[in-house]
């Protein structure tokens, strides 16, 4: 029976699943952040160890049949592949809590599948001067499909934890559920997902503590993928695109600075022009770098599928 996990429980799991699935993939210079303030990593692990552990698992899970597949098993084998990993499940005090962080740990694993309909990119949008993750669509998303393998699971904080936000724990990814008008963080792929006034997606509870993304427009292929926080959740400060479209909140004065490179770099999204690269010393952005580390060039192709062509058979690049 899957309980429910505490906020500090989560945020150590999200901390060091990210400091290791996440940021010793894909994201340097980029280092996501962390829950607690006072988060250092434990792991030894180079980035090449990581890669080819998920090389592993992404080989034994060409096509997902989580019914031939208990719980844990595949997530056990790469924590025990993982020193870091492996440490830190031992620490875990209960059968409950491990059962809880291999959960946890499936939902960043399952985000580098080939079937996986988004990629990791990063923005200087929301802060202007430090590189943050974001979600791109590597497929075309239909409006009311659930975004699959974009989730996360949810904990309440209580008042105690509040009052830390900003000293003890890092502000970010968190929400007011209405629900059950709560204070809540959100931890696993969804935390991702940056806001936008007038988003592409909407958050959406399921089970005790689970949360799925589900588009609410068709979204396109190298489109951010974003949901909406809650209204005026910047308070007059909002940077999001819809904000720049019509030069508000944050955007009042004018931008004054260049965008992201995630604005005009898809060539990941695009296996032929991603191929052309194929022994270039380096690529233009950080999602095409995540390709050559997993899939050396022959990584799985994309559906290119757009409003067009939806309806139709889609073919193999």
Sequence with gaps: RTRKLSFQQLARYDDILTGILVDRVSFSPLVTLKVNTSYQS???????????????????????????????????KVAFDLPGLKSFSASLGSADEKVAFFRHMKQYLEMHLPDCPFEFSSTLRYTRTTYEAAITARQFIPKGKDIKYLCGTRAILTELEKKGLGDIYNDFSIIETSRNQATSFLGGPVRFTNHDCKPNARLTSFGISGIKIVAIRDIEIGEEITVSYAKDYFEGECLCKTCEGGMKNGWRQGPQYSRTPGDYCTESLHPGNHLQGHGASSLLCLACEH???IYRFCWPKTRQESRTTHRKRARRC
């Design 42 to 76: 434990i792991s030894s692990e180079d980035q090449q160890s990581v890669i080819s552990t998920l090389q592993d698992f992404i080989k034994g899970k060409a096509e997902l049949k989580s019914s031939s597949t208990s719980l844990g098993s595949d997530e056990e």
């Design 291 to 293: 390709h050559k580390n």
